[in-house]
């Protein structure tokens, strides 16, 4: 049986925007020239190189991945049906799958020369792989504490990749949002930052990006999205020449009332910019907004911010 639509409602959806888009093929290729880009004069370039060399080892990881394409599931099945997020984080991370991830980005990534990185990469080669689930489950559950940062890059990496090939490879479909505006639909992580787009007829609309499986779902813009008021909102960014006032690529949208903030990246200001990426160079606005009295709850699975 057919649905007639009223002339309104035509243009309704037409007019709606995708609600959903999936990261692109070579995302990691274009975290690493993007991280390459940003190394020159900022006082982390030491670091952003140690996660560039990560990324390519990510795009290895999802060109040749080391498991089969996953089947589709029943459970994932019942969760689309349900409106449930069908690659939830929280559960995958515990069946361990993502285990052959990080086996391979451990082979694959070359030794580096730092004694610090070596012992990083030897401590997770010889942990058994209870211990690295608990450190998988600690890391997307925000227990920072719980895991040593030196070994929080090589294992965001491993879980990155494994939820972006998993993300890719899932048969069409449509994802409902989530129970809160910052869960990602697709797995049920907390978005990392914010892009709002410049192209075509969507011109301005906001996304957010997940930061695990880097999938971007629409959320309306000014408003916060973590206790959804829009009173007060302010926008703030580090003071850079290169740039006019309110022309700044990257600005922190900062709520007065829950007193968090999330990163949005403004591609009309850098059509090049990439959102992983624009969050690591830019740690210094995070220590002024701490400065501030600001909480941030956006995770980076490339960084250890120390405490919980």
Not at 1 to 7: V, W
Not at 185 to 213: D, T
Not at 237 to 258: H, I, M, S
Request: aromatic fraction near 8%; charge should be negative; proline fraction near 7%.
């Amino acid at each position: 049986m057919s649905t007639i639509l009223e002339p309104g409602q035509i243009e309704a959806a037409a007019s709606a925007p995708p609600f959903l888009y999936l990261p692109p093929a070579n995302l990691f290729a274009l975290r690493a020239e993007r991280l390459d880009a940003l190394v020159q004069g900022n006082a982390l370039g030491d670091y952003l190189q140690l996660i560039a060399s990560l990324c390519r080892v990510q795009q290895d990881l999802l060109d040749n991945p080391p498991l089969p394409t996953p089947q589709y599931s029943e459970r994932q099945r019942l969760c689309l049906e349900h409106g449930l997020p069908p690659l939830a984080a929280d559960s995958l991370v515990r069946e361990g799958h993502w285990l052959a991830y990080l086996n391979a980005l451990l082979e694959r990534y070359p030794m580096p020369a730092a004694a610090q990185l070596i012992a990083a990469i030897n401590t997770l080669r010889e942990a058994r792989d209870e211990q690295r689930k608990l450190w998988g489950i600690a890391l997307l559950t925000g227990q920072y504490s719980a895991v040593p940062a030196a070994l929080v890059p090589f294992l965001g990496a491993a879980l990155q990749a494994a939820w972006n090939h998993w993300l890719l490879n899932l048969p069409g479909t449509e994802l409902k949002a989530g129970d809160s505006l910052c869960q990602c639909p697709a797995c049920g992580s907390p978005a990392m930052a914010g892009v709002i787009r410049h192209r075509g007829k969507h011109n301005g609309l906001r996304y957010l990006v997940c930061s695990l499986c880097a999938c971007e779902w629409h959320v309306v813009r000014v408003k916060c999205v973590y206790c959804e008021q829009s009173k007060g909102l302010e926008y703030f960014n580090l003071e850079d020449d290169r740039y006019a006032a309110g022309k700044a690529p990257l600005r922190a949208e900062c709520c007065p009332g829950c007193k968090r903030y999330l990163k949005q990246i403004y591609l009309e200001n850098d059509a090049a910019a990439e959102a992983l990426s624009a969050d690591l160079a830019s740690l210094a606005l995070d220590i002024r907004l701490d400065e501030e009295g600001y909480q941030r709850l956006a995770p980076n699975l490339m960084l250890a911010p120390g405490g919980e």
